[in-house]
């Protein structure tokens, strides 16, 4: 399939499923664009700070269409370079484009003007990361930074790919740059906490938290929430899923998979009962992983 075909399809699936986020998640939500003024949401500054100034140009129900519809493409396109670092087949393709459509279900429930950018950020740096354009990583992490405080995942994927086990089984990895591994670590890590201190004095006057509370609820959810048993069977299939053939699935999104556990704690910890979109940044990771027998070709 030409490049042109496969930009046309996946720009074409990417923004349908966009409107249908806009349509019936966004937009009925009377909080989408005015309720997110605390810490630590204020800290999303480039979401927030984009939204602000396409409201300004135009209508509220305008500017979250656009922002939408521009992140969900770029995602859709962050999942093909993502994926086609180990197949561009056809199969392969088919995962990416319908990657927009699947990954909806997170947001079923209090969207938040962030949820989107930071989901195509983050499958980027995934992309660069495992293309190696370390450059390029950079300035994406740098965005990501100051898009949410979750972009330190991607440090933790880049460290886990940096470990020996990794670099045994991917020599084209080592020699690009695990030679430069410890600037590449530093760099990321002097990025990311400027950004963290930067943030923190502009909005320390600012009223919240550096993180809600609700473990609580996360407890009394398991036994009263209704369909806490549905979300289990669910949670148990793609489990299962991302284990099947375990070993026989590519080694970089293995070690990158470390970040799901953190995740699942941080949603006990400090997400709403059922509020799945918290797990937007660890989905393409979790989305290959299950899927790729189809990426294979074998199912």
């Not at 519809?69 to 180990?86: C, K």
């Not at 938040?112 to 300035?139: C, K, N, Q, S």
Request: hydrophobic fraction near 60%; include cysteine; proline fraction near 5%.
């Amino acid at each position: 399939m030409k490049p042109v075909i496969q930009f046309i399809t996946l720009a074409n699936i990417a923004l349908i499923a966009s409107l249908a986020y806009v349509t019936a998640i966004a937009l009925p939500n009377d909080k989408f664009v005015s309720g997110f003024d605390t810490r630590p949401f204020v800290y999303r500054v480039l979401p927030n700070a984009t939204l602000d100034l396409l409201i300004g140009l135009t209508t509220p129900e305008i500017a979250i269409a656009v922002q939408s519809a521009v992140s969900m493409i770029g995602f859709a396109l962050a999942m093909w370079l993502l994926v086609s670092r180990w197949s561009k087949s056809w199969h392969a393709f088919a995962v990416a484009a319908l990657s927009p459509v699947a990954v909806l279900v997170l947001y079923a429930l209090s969207p938040h003007p962030y949820d989107l950018p930071i989901l195509f950020v983050f499958t980027l740096g995934l992309g660069l990361l495992a293309h190696e354009r370390m450059w390029a990583y950079l300035m994406v992490f740098l965005v990501a930074c100051l898009t949410k405080e979750t972009a330190i995942f991607l440090t933790v994927i880049y460290a886990a790919n940096m470990a020996g086990s990794s670099l045994k089984e991917q020599s084209r990895y080592r020699t690009v740059i695990a030679g430069d591994a410890a600037w590449w670590l530093f760099a990321q890590l002097g990025i990311y906490g400027l950004t963290r201190v930067a943030l923190w004095i502009a909005f320390r006057d600012w009223s919240g938290g550096e993180i809600e509370f609700h473990l609580l609820d996360q407890l009394i959810s398991f036994v009263a929430a209704p369909g806490i048993a549905f979300v289990y069977a669910v949670v148990v299939i793609i489990v299962g899923s991302m284990s099947w053939s375990w070993s026989s699935k590519p080694l970089w999104l293995r070690n990158a998979a470390i970040i799901v556990p953190a995740f699942f704690a941080l949603y006990f910890l400090g997400g709403v009962p059922l509020e799945f979109r918290v797990f937007g940044e660890v989905f393409p990771i979790v989305y290959l992983l299950a899927a790729w027998p189809v990426v294979e070709g074998v199912a």
